[in-house]
């Protein structure tokens, strides 16, 4: 019903940017609620940032003060602004949308690899 589709991961040198986007088509229904996850090669999924419909945003402790999570309704585009990464931040990053209690829908993932 919901299909996201996340872009602008790739390799980047430790310290420098990226701006992930996640693109939300389909039909949508409840309140747009948006997340951005992370998963390193045998991690655990964690979870990044959120915007509430309201606008309301929260970073997990790792990422404050380094990135910004955005939308643009009209485009119905989520963004993950990641400035200063670390090589430890190498992950698959998904974008997922939050439907009544829990995280329902999830992207693809995108790969994000930070060199040093």
């Known amino acids: 019903q919901v299909q996201l589709v996340e872009s602008g991961g790739g390799l980047v040198q430790a310290g420098g940017s990226l701006r992930l986007s996640c693109a939300v088509s389909g039909r949508t229904s409840g309140i747009y609620h948006s997340g951005w996850f992370r998963q390193a090669p045998g991690k655990e999924r964690e979870f990044v940032a959120q915007?509430?419909?309201?606008?309301?945003?929260y970073y997990a402790d790792s990422v404050k003060g380094r990135f910004t999570i955005s939308r643009d309704n009209a485009k119905n585009t989520v963004y993950l602004q990641m400035n200063s990464l670390k090589p430890e931040e190498t992950a698959v990053y998904y974008c997922?949308?939050?439907?009544?209690?829990?995280?329902?829908?999830w992207g693809q993932g995108t790969q994000v690899t930070v060199s040093s």
């Open positions: 915007i509430s419909w309201f606008g309301g945003i």
């Open positions: 997922a949308q939050r439907s009544d209690s829990s995280w329902r829908y």
